[in-house]
T-cell receptor, first 114, second 114 residues
Framework: DAGVIQSPRHEVTEMGQEVTLRCKPISGHDYLFWYRQTMMRGLELLIY????????DSGMPEDRFSAKMPNASFSTLKIQPSEPRDSAVYFCASTLGGWGDTQYFGPGTRLTVL | GDSVTQMEGPVTLSEEAFLTINCTYT??????LFWYVQYPGEGLQLLLK?????DKGSNKGFEATYRKETTSFHLEKGSVQVSDSAVYFCAHPNSGGSNYKLTFGKGTLLTVNP
Protein backbone atom coordinates (compact mmCIF):
# COMPACT_ATOMS: atom_id res chain seq x y z
CA ASP A 1 0.00 0.00 0.00
CA ALA A 2 1.22 3.53 -0.75
CA GLY A 3 0.40 4.81 2.71
CA VAL A 4 -1.32 8.09 3.46
CA ILE A 5 -0.72 10.60 0.67
CA GLN A 6 -0.74 14.35 1.21
CA SER A 7 -0.37 17.21 -1.21
CA PRO A 8 1.22 19.58 -1.61
CA ARG A 9 4.29 18.83 0.49
CA HIS A 10 5.13 22.51 0.76
CA GLU A 11 2.93 25.55 0.35
CA VAL A 12 3.95 29.17 0.57
CA THR A 13 1.22 31.76 0.33
CA GLU A 14 0.48 35.31 1.30
CA MET A 15 -1.77 36.41 4.09
CA GLY A 16 -5.39 36.55 3.04
CA GLN A 17 -5.13 33.85 0.41
CA GLU A 18 -7.11 30.62 0.44
CA VAL A 19 -5.15 27.44 1.08
CA THR A 20 -6.35 23.90 0.39
CA LEU A 21 -4.52 20.87 1.70
CA ARG A 22 -5.34 17.39 0.40
CA CYS A 23 -5.20 13.91 1.81
CA LYS A 24 -5.75 10.41 0.51
CA PRO A 25 -6.06 7.87 3.36
CA ILE A 26 -5.03 4.25 3.21
CA SER A 27 -7.63 2.25 1.35
CA GLY A 28 -10.12 0.58 3.67
CA HIS A 29 -9.42 2.80 6.65
CA ASP A 30 -12.60 4.14 8.23
CA TYR A 31 -11.13 7.02 10.23
CA LEU A 32 -9.28 10.08 9.02
CA PHE A 33 -7.60 12.67 11.23
CA TRP A 34 -6.16 16.12 10.56
CA TYR A 35 -3.41 17.39 12.87
CA ARG A 36 -1.37 20.56 13.08
CA GLN A 37 2.18 20.65 14.45
CA THR A 38 4.05 23.76 15.61
CA MET A 39 7.01 24.29 17.88
CA MET A 40 4.94 26.31 20.30
CA ARG A 41 1.86 24.09 20.58
CA GLY A 42 3.16 20.68 19.58
CA LEU A 43 0.80 18.25 17.86
CA GLU A 44 -2.87 19.27 17.88
CA LEU A 45 -5.83 17.29 16.58
CA LEU A 46 -8.02 19.55 14.45
CA ILE A 47 -10.81 17.23 13.30
CA TYR A 48 -11.55 13.62 12.58
CA UNK A 49 -13.96 11.73 10.34
CA UNK A 50 -15.55 8.31 10.52
CA UNK A 51 -16.93 6.89 7.28
CA UNK A 52 -16.65 10.35 5.71
CA UNK A 53 -18.68 12.02 8.47
CA UNK A 54 -17.04 14.63 10.74
CA UNK A 55 -17.19 13.31 14.31
CA UNK A 56 -15.23 15.80 16.36
CA ASP A 57 -14.15 19.22 15.13
CA SER A 58 -13.52 20.73 18.54
CA GLY A 59 -9.88 21.30 17.66
CA MET A 60 -10.56 23.47 14.65
CA PRO A 61 -9.14 26.81 15.70
CA GLU A 62 -11.73 29.11 14.16
CA ASP A 63 -14.19 29.58 11.35
CA ARG A 64 -11.43 30.22 8.86
CA PHE A 65 -10.71 26.49 8.94
CA SER A 66 -12.97 23.93 7.30
CA ALA A 67 -12.57 20.28 6.39
CA LYS A 68 -14.48 17.97 4.10
CA MET A 69 -14.41 14.34 3.16
CA PRO A 70 -16.55 13.88 0.03
CA ASN A 71 -15.65 10.20 -0.29
CA ALA A 72 -13.65 7.47 1.41
CA SER A 73 -10.49 8.21 -0.50
CA PHE A 74 -10.19 11.98 -0.29
CA SER A 75 -10.26 14.78 2.26
CA THR A 76 -9.44 18.47 2.21
CA LEU A 77 -8.53 21.02 4.84
CA LYS A 78 -9.16 24.57 3.77
CA ILE A 79 -8.02 27.79 5.38
CA GLN A 80 -9.60 31.02 4.24
CA PRO A 81 -8.35 33.61 4.67
CA SER A 82 -4.94 32.42 5.76
CA GLU A 83 -2.89 34.25 8.40
CA PRO A 84 0.81 34.08 9.34
CA ARG A 85 -0.07 32.26 12.59
CA ASP A 86 -1.43 29.39 10.51
CA SER A 87 2.11 28.54 9.46
CA ALA A 88 2.70 24.96 10.59
CA VAL A 89 3.05 21.41 9.38
CA TYR A 90 -0.33 19.80 8.76
CA PHE A 91 -0.60 16.03 8.97
CA CYS A 92 -3.31 13.70 7.86
CA ALA A 93 -3.60 10.24 9.45
CA SER A 94 -5.89 7.29 8.99
CA THR A 95 -6.77 4.18 10.95
CA LEU A 96 -8.73 1.05 10.30
CA GLY A 97 -10.97 1.66 13.29
CA GLY A 98 -11.49 0.26 16.73
CA TRP A 99 -10.32 1.63 20.01
CA GLY A 100 -6.58 1.84 20.21
CA ASP A 101 -5.83 1.09 16.57
CA THR A 102 -2.59 2.41 15.14
CA GLN A 103 -2.82 5.69 13.28
CA TYR A 104 -0.84 5.92 10.05
CA PHE A 105 0.45 9.39 9.28
CA GLY A 106 1.15 11.06 5.97
CA PRO A 107 4.38 12.98 5.31
CA GLY A 108 2.73 16.30 6.08
CA THR A 109 2.28 19.63 4.32
CA ARG A 110 4.53 22.44 5.46
CA LEU A 111 2.52 25.65 5.18
CA THR A 112 4.14 29.06 5.30
CA VAL A 113 1.91 32.12 5.29
CA LEU A 114 3.80 35.34 4.65
CA GLY B 1 -9.03 14.22 31.93
CA ASP B 2 -6.68 12.23 29.77
CA SER B 3 -3.08 13.32 29.64
CA VAL B 4 0.39 12.11 28.75
CA THR B 5 3.51 13.48 30.38
CA GLN B 6 6.85 12.66 28.89
CA MET B 7 10.37 13.65 29.66
CA GLU B 8 11.34 17.10 28.55
CA GLY B 9 14.03 17.24 25.94
CA PRO B 10 16.19 17.68 24.19
CA VAL B 11 18.22 14.58 24.97
CA THR B 12 21.74 14.32 23.55
CA LEU B 13 23.65 11.05 23.71
CA SER B 14 26.73 9.51 22.23
CA GLU B 15 26.45 6.48 20.01
CA GLU B 16 26.06 3.20 21.94
CA ALA B 17 24.77 4.96 25.05
CA PHE B 18 21.71 3.73 26.95
CA LEU B 19 18.46 5.59 26.37
CA THR B 20 15.47 6.09 28.63
CA ILE B 21 12.60 8.43 27.83
CA ASN B 22 10.02 8.54 30.59
CA CYS B 23 6.29 8.58 29.93
CA THR B 24 3.41 8.59 32.40
CA TYR B 25 -0.26 8.83 31.59
CA THR B 26 -3.62 9.62 33.11
CA UNK B 27 -6.60 7.74 31.76
CA UNK B 28 -9.69 5.82 32.76
CA UNK B 29 -9.25 2.09 32.49
CA UNK B 30 -6.31 0.43 30.80
CA UNK B 31 -5.90 1.80 27.32
CA UNK B 32 -3.38 0.70 24.73
CA LEU B 33 -0.15 2.65 24.90
CA PHE B 34 1.98 3.76 21.99
CA TRP B 35 5.35 5.20 21.15
CA TYR B 36 5.54 7.04 17.85
CA VAL B 37 8.72 8.33 16.24
CA GLN B 38 9.12 11.27 13.89
CA TYR B 39 12.30 11.40 11.80
CA PRO B 40 13.35 14.79 10.40
CA GLY B 41 11.03 15.97 7.66
CA GLU B 42 8.64 13.05 8.00
CA GLY B 43 5.30 12.22 9.59
CA LEU B 44 4.90 10.22 12.76
CA GLN B 45 5.17 6.46 12.53
CA LEU B 46 4.40 3.80 15.08
CA LEU B 47 7.51 2.55 16.86
CA LEU B 48 5.89 0.11 19.28
CA LYS B 49 2.77 -0.47 21.29
CA UNK B 50 1.36 -2.48 24.18
CA UNK B 51 -2.30 -3.36 24.47
CA UNK B 52 -2.64 -4.47 28.08
CA UNK B 53 -0.97 -4.21 31.45
CA UNK B 54 2.45 -5.91 31.78
CA ASP B 55 2.78 -6.21 28.01
CA LYS B 56 6.14 -5.30 26.55
CA GLY B 57 6.25 -3.65 23.16
CA SER B 58 9.47 -3.88 21.18
CA ASN B 59 10.81 -2.84 17.79
CA LYS B 60 14.20 -1.88 16.31
CA GLY B 61 15.91 -2.51 19.65
CA PHE B 62 13.51 -0.25 21.54
CA GLU B 63 11.36 -1.59 24.36
CA ALA B 64 8.63 -0.29 26.64
CA THR B 65 6.66 -2.10 29.31
CA TYR B 66 3.09 -1.18 30.24
CA ARG B 67 3.14 -0.65 34.03
CA LYS B 68 -0.37 -0.05 35.36
CA GLU B 69 0.82 0.31 38.97
CA THR B 70 2.89 3.34 38.07
CA THR B 71 0.84 4.33 34.98
CA SER B 72 4.05 4.44 33.01
CA PHE B 73 5.35 3.34 29.62
CA HIS B 74 9.02 4.31 29.58
CA LEU B 75 10.95 3.87 26.33
CA GLU B 76 14.38 2.23 26.50
CA LYS B 77 17.14 1.19 24.16
CA GLY B 78 20.38 -0.39 25.22
CA SER B 79 22.64 1.07 22.55
CA VAL B 80 21.51 4.03 20.46
CA GLN B 81 22.69 4.80 16.95
CA VAL B 82 23.01 8.05 15.05
CA SER B 83 20.04 6.92 12.95
CA ASP B 84 17.84 6.96 16.08
CA SER B 85 17.98 10.76 16.14
CA ALA B 86 14.33 11.80 16.00
CA VAL B 87 11.42 13.08 18.07
CA TYR B 88 9.65 10.46 20.17
CA PHE B 89 6.00 10.74 21.23
CA CYS B 90 4.16 8.74 23.85
CA ALA B 91 0.39 8.39 23.29
CA HIS B 92 -2.79 6.65 24.37
CA PRO B 93 -6.41 6.66 23.15
CA ASN B 94 -8.85 8.94 24.90
CA SER B 95 -11.00 7.39 27.60
CA GLY B 96 -14.02 9.51 26.87
CA GLY B 97 -16.67 9.38 24.21
CA SER B 98 -14.24 10.22 21.41
CA ASN B 99 -12.30 7.03 21.85
CA TYR B 100 -10.63 7.28 18.47
CA LYS B 101 -8.66 10.34 19.42
CA LEU B 102 -5.12 9.85 20.61
CA THR B 103 -3.66 11.93 23.41
CA PHE B 104 0.00 12.66 22.63
CA GLY B 105 2.80 13.82 24.85
CA LYS B 106 4.73 16.91 23.81
CA GLY B 107 7.52 14.89 22.24
CA THR B 108 11.16 14.37 23.20
CA LEU B 109 13.90 15.31 20.75
CA LEU B 110 16.75 12.80 20.76
CA THR B 111 20.08 13.61 19.14
CA VAL B 112 22.72 10.89 18.93
CA ASN B 113 26.26 11.97 18.15
CA PRO B 114 28.86 9.68 16.55
Amino acid sequence: DAGVIQSPRHEVTEMGQEVTLRCKPISGHDYLFWYRQTMMRGLELLIYFNNNVPIDDSGMPEDRFSAKMPNASFSTLKIQPSEPRDSAVYFCASTLGGWGDTQYFGPGTRLTVL
Amino acid sequence: GDSVTQMEGPVTLSEEAFLTINCTYTATGYPSLFWYVQYPGEGLQLLLKATKADDKGSNKGFEATYRKETTSFHLEKGSVQVSDSAVYFCAHPNSGGSNYKLTFGKGTLLTVNP
